[in-house]
């Protein structure tokens, strides 16, 4: 069945934007299977916008760029179906793409038969030139229509952006992952406004229909198609990477994995984290508890300004996995190292209980022991420390873990 959990995979955006071409598809495919990504999970290789001619054929068809696919985009499919991959291509709801290429209003039903056969897998089907007199509802639901009428199964990664209040009707119109934010961009602030935007919509992406926060910039170092702001540290990296799965959102990465740092190939493989994102359950986290600025009471407007940008600062969430484990992840958005409380009653585990948490560290591996009652944690500024948990009885004197 597809899009049981979150899909995982690669897109050309990020990175390359209109700068794609058929090598780069099929290094990319070698890449993904010969460096161990495809083992990990990610098994969609995706071609985002760009790919076409400014203008459809005599017969109203879409068509492959020759000078960037002079093989075709069956023989693309092909080649990455061959190496036990899917294949993603891009369209859009508008009369136009984002960047200009004829586009899919009014030709749902022939476009989505012509990516069935040429071996598409997936569609990333985005909003940009939609007529304003046009109903975004509806339109999804006809390309939602299309894929299923084309005789193929068809990932179907509708992104509108979050626009029109989409958490609450792409599960209903047949939708696999819907976009719930604008654009990513390869920053600290980009990334973590995305996931403080999402907070009360976790709830709203389960199997078969998931919330994406946008693709992974992990990796870039301002090195692409996204590049705006100041590059990334590896901190924040991972507490990206982290986020995103403990979010349960899909896992599209968007470097280019040919020159990829070996530290990011490390952490995007991290099979700890990867199974918090990939959990049978598909549960959304738990936010235990957060702390914000303080900012002086004289200085009213200044502090609403920056409330408003910074939002929270500290994070503390828990996130039910199977088989009665637990993810535990704190994130801190301060710029220095903060100590962090996490309170176990908050999660429904007090002292009382008689129970304690035995802790992981998904990152080194380190078993922290069974911790009870409490748990306090120096975070790096702009970085996360994320553990794997199980229940393990104390009784009222010592834990047996």
């Known amino acids: 069945m597809i899009a049981e959990r979150p899909p995982m995979g690669w897109n050309s955006w990020n990175t390359f934007g209109e700068r794609i071409d058929e090598k780069l598809i099929f290094e990319t495919a070698d890449i993904l299977v010969e460096r161990g990504y495809k083992d990990a999970g990610y098994e969609y290789l995706i071609i985002d916008d760009c790919w076409a001619l400014r203008e459809r054929d005599e ?12 093989h075709g985009m069956k023989a693309v499919a092909d080649y990455v179906h061959k190496k036990g991959l899917k294949f993603g291509m891009y369209s859009c709801a508008g009369v136009l793409t984002c960047a200009g290429y004829p586009s899919s209003y009014d030709h749902e039903f022939e476009d989505a038969k012509q990516f069935a056969e ?69 920053n600290f602030r980009s990334f973590t406004g995305i996931f403080q935007s999402q907070l009360e919509h976790f709830c709203q992406s389960g199997p078969y229909c998931f919330n994406d926060m946008d693709m992974l910039t992990v990796g870039m170092y301002n090195q692409g198609n996204a590049a705006i702001g100041k590059p990334c540290t590896n901190g924040e990296y991972r507490m990206q990477f982290s986020m995103w799965c403990l979010a349960g959102t899909p896992l599209i990465m968007g470097a280019d994995l040919r020159k990829l740092d070996p530290e990011m190939e490390k952490l995007l493989k991290n099979e700890q984290l990867i199974s918090i994102n990939q959990d049978r359950e598909c549960r959304p986290p738990y936010l235990v508890g957060k702390r914000s600025v303080t900012v002086p009471q004289e200085d ?102």
Request: net charge negative; glycine share 8%.
């Open 59 to 70: 017969k109203g068809c879409l068509v492959p760029d020759p000078e960037k696919f002079p």
């Open 118 to 186: 040429w071996g598409v897998d997936y569609l990333k089907y985005d909003y940009c030139n939609f007529p304003e007199n046009a109903d975004c509802v509806n339109r999804y639901h006809m390309m939602s229509m299309a894929l299923k009428a084309s005789g193929r199964e068809i990932l179907f990664a509708a992104c509108n952006w979050g626009q029109k209040e989409s958490f609450n009707w792409m599960r209903s119109i047949g939708a696999h992952t819907y976009r719930s934010t604008g654009d990513i961009f390869d």
């Open 300 to 401: 009213t407007d200044m502090a609403v300004e920056l409330l408003r940008l910074v939002k929270d600062k500290l994070y503390t969430f828990i996130k039910h996995l199977s088989g009665n484990e637990f993810a535990v992840a704190y994130y801190n958005l301060f710029e220095e190292e903060r100590k962090v409380n996490f309170i176990f009653a908050d999660a429904g585990v007090p002292y009382g209980s008689g129970y304690g948490l035995s802790m992981q560290d998904v990152f080194t591996g380190e078993s922290l022991g069974v911790k009870r009652d409490y748990h306090i944690v120096d975070v790096p500024g702009h970085d996360c420390r994320v553990y794997k948990c199980r229940l393990v009885y104390c009784g009222q004197d010592k834990c047996d873990g």
